[in-house]
T-cell receptor, first 108, second 118 residues
Framework: RKEVEQDPGPFNVPEGATVAFNCTYS??????FFWYRQDCRKEPKLLMS???SGNEDGRFTAQLNRASQYISLLIRDSKLSDSATYLC?????????FGAGTRLTVKP | GAVVSQHPSRVICKSGTSVKIECRSL??????MFWYRQFPKQSLMLMAT?????????EQGVEKDKFLINHASLTLSTLTVTSAHPEDSSFYIC??????????????FGEGSWLTVV
């Protein structure tokens, strides 16, 4: 089993759609969780951290379920500019492990 | 905010030569930096963890004699790809861990370096 697994992509959605990504992790001792966004041929950039109580940042909502060892990212009212690859990142003992990424394309 | 700078952004080298990539933390001290490699349409793969003043910790399957890492100061880590071959052509990215005052930790990435070995 991979350390961090994400939904296989790609996701192709129309503008305005709501899209959700899931990510599961294997190490129950994982301490912190993040979603990163990576545009084509660029470095990943932090989108948001994921907190136990769940957190929201504008159109983006992140949830964490420690019992089931998964995190999710919900994007509402998708914009063309949301097209990117979304990486799930899990930290345990200082090691940051990445999921393979889920590619999102938002179309007009 | 934290900024990590990586140089060069693109490099082309001949097979058999060595190339050095630098990673700098610009406004903070990074005791730990990470080096990743990313092949097209694949995820980031951690190559090694670079600790200031000590030897790097390499992931399984990464040749430490081929990918030399030096972290001589709190703001600079370098990756040298020695005796480069075409299969080493890839996107190399560094990152540095930041410990915010609020607690926890997060990482920030350099802009990445595209290496093409011809």
């Amino acid at each position: 089993r991979k350390e961090v697994e994400q939904d296989p992509g790609p996701f192709n959605v129309p503008e305005g759609a709501t899209v959700a990504f899931n990510c599961t992790y294997s190490n129950s001792a994982s301490q912190s969780f993040f979603w990163y966004r990576q545009d084509c041929r660029k470095e990943p950039k932090l989108l948001m951290s994921v907190y136990s109580s769940g957190n929201e940042d504008g159109r983006f909502t992140a949830q964490l379920n420690r019992a089931s060892q998964y995190i999710s990212l919900l994007i509402r009212d998708s914009k063309l500019s949301d097209s990117a690859t979304y990486l799930c990142v899990v930290n345990w003992s200082g090691d940051m492990r990445f999921g393979a990424g889920t590619r999102l394309t938002v179309k007009p | 905010g934290a900024v990590v700078s990586q140089h060069p952004s693109r490099v082309i080298c001949k097979s058999g030569t060595s190339v050095k990539i630098e990673c700098r933390s610009l406004d903070f001290q990074a005791t730990t930096m990470f080096w990743y490699r990313q092949f097209p349409k694949q995820s980031l793969m951690l190559m090694a963890t670079s600790n200031e003043g000590s030897k790097a910790t390499y992931e399984q399957g990464v040749e430490k004699d081929k990918f030399l890492i030096n972290h001589a100061s709190l703001t600079l880590s370098t990756l040298t790809v020695t005796s480069a071959h075409p299969e080493d052509s890839s996107f190399y990215i560094c990152s540095a861990r930041v410990y915010p005052l609020a607690g926890g930790n997060t990482i920030y990435f350099g802009e990445g370096s595209w290496l093409t070995v011809v």
